[in-house]
């Protein structure tokens, strides 16, 4: 019964040590009052039927403080 336990409990730090990483990880992105590429790192597109992060497929620029600015380098059309 201990060992059940045991094993539950080592789970359960696993995956809170994996939640504390990810925090850290996002909050690193934010920057109070400036924008930077960063905060877009973890958005995918689709591009050819694959899907990529969105630095892989265009320019991301910062304008301003508060704005960013994220120009594709090729237009892709679809047919809806």
């Known amino acids: 019964m201990q060992d059940q336990i045991d094993k539950i409990v080592a789970a359960a730090e696993e995956s809170m040590k994996k939640a504390i990483s990810h925090l850290e990880a996002e909050l690193v ?36 403080a508060r704005t960013l600015n994220i120009q594709p380098w090729e237009k892709i059309c679809c047919n809806l």
């Open 29 to 64: 992105k934010i920057r109070a009052g400036k924008a930077t590429p960063q905060i877009v790192d973890g958005i995918m597109v689709d591009y050819y039927g694959s899907s990529v992060p969105i630095g892989q497929v265009g320019n991301i620029t910062v304008m301003d």
